[in-house]
């Protein structure tokens, strides 16, 4: 069966440093891998999505980034943090068929002081 | 634009059943999606609806009329672990279909 690692659980950060959130994907090969942002009282936001290696699609600008050196590997950065941009920052993974639902993993919740 | 609606809150006693709509407008559309998500933690998929009708899954059930741009999730035979917040969300995109877009989620509260 497919299981989804994201970490860290939670990150406590100061404005103006770097983020670096990781994500694997076990049990499933070339899934499509997806990064998700929840603000407090608010729904989820995509802000990427890759269909493969080093195929990275940015729906919102912003001053993250999104890379996928390997096939189940996919990782959410920044240079430097904002306080906007704390949230639960959420990794999805799904097949690449019909109708395939996303799975997501635990969640990194963020506090930028 | 895009737009998905659901009510924001909902009480329900445990053993009753509840009926969360949900409206949207969106620019396509491939499919429904129902996520429960419980405080502090992630969503998990409970159901999809792709075509006009009614999908069961046990005790939740999910309805979509595509010509009417709306949805619900009926949840029955609640029990107390049934508190959470129920998502719903489109996948409006023709390239992807996890590019969803979520409406706010309905917190549902159940009382003894």
């Known amino acids: 069966s497919q299981t989804i690692h994201q970490w860290p659980a939670t990150l406590v950060q100061p404005v103006g440093s770097p983020l670096s959130l990781e994500c694997t994907v076990e049990?499933?090969?070339?899934?499509?891998l997806y990064w998700y942002r929840q603000a407090a009282g608010r729904g989820l936001q995509l802000l990427f999505y890759s269909v493969g290696i080093g195929q990275i699609s940015s729906e919102v600008p912003q001053n993250l980034s999104a890379s996928r050196p390997q096939d189940r590997q996919f990782i959410l950065s920044s240079k430097k943090l904002l306080l906007s941009d704390s949230g639960f920052y959420l990794c999805?993974?799904?097949?690449?068929?019909?109708?395939?639902?996303?799975?997501f993993g635990n969640g990194t919740r963020l506090t930028v002081t | 634009g895009q737009n998905i609606d659901q009510p924001t809150e909902m009480t329900a006693t445990e053993g009753a059943i509840v009926q969360i709509n949900c409206t949207y407008q969106?620019?396509?559309?491939?499919?429904l999606f129902w996520y429960q998500q419980h405080a502090g933690e992630a969503p998990t998929f409970l159901s999809y609806?792709?075509?006009?009708g009614l999908e069961e899954k046990g005790r939740f059930s999910s309805f979509l009329s595509r010509s009417k741009g709306y949805s619900y999730l009926l949840l029955k035979e609640l029990q107390m672990k049934d508190s959470a917040s129920y998502l719903c969300a489109v996948s409006p995109s023709t390239d992807s279909w996890g590019k969803l877009q979520f409406g706010a989620g309905t917190q549902v509260v159940v009382t003894p």
């Open positions: 999805a993974w799904s097949l690449t068929g019909w109708a395939s639902p996303l799975h």
């Open positions: 049990g499933t090969s070339n899934p499509n």
């Open positions: 969106t620019s396509g559309f491939n499919g």
């Open positions: 609806n792709v075509l006009d």
